[in-house]
Nanobody
């Protein structure tokens, strides 16, 4: 399975951004999908996940501001970020879990910069 993120960029504080991640390859194996983020020099941080049937979970730091969604027919997961803050600046990584074995796939990341 390969994951490709898009949608990163520069946004002003208080603004919005929508990230997309498209999966290809053995997509029938994909279960839960989600997003992590990482600031250089810091550990990768959990953002949100969504199960195949649409159940969602969020980190406290993004709850009420970010919304995760997915389109199983398009093998895609999305992250809508609203009321963005400078501390949301990071490289955002898409991930997906294998339905059958304990395996995790990662995308290469997309940079989100929140700055005026």
């Amino acid at each position: 399975v390969q994951l490709a993120e898009s949608g990163g960029g520069l946004v002003q504080p208080g603004g919005s951004l929508r990230l997309s991640c498209v999966a290809s390859g053995a997509t029938f194996r994909i279960g839960t999908m989600g997003w992590y983020r990482q600031v250089p020099g810091k550990e990768r941080e959990y953002v949100a996940t969504i199960t195949v049937d649409g159940s969602t979970d969020y980190a406290d730091s993004v709850k009420e501001r970010f919304t995760i969604s997915r389109d199983n027919a398009k093998n895609s997961v999305y992250l809508q970020g609203d009321s963005l803050k400078p501390e949301d600046t990071a490289v955002y990584y898409c991930h997906a879990r294998d339905l059958y074995i304990s395996s995790l796939w990662w995308g290469k990341g997309t940079l989100v910069t929140v700055s005026s």
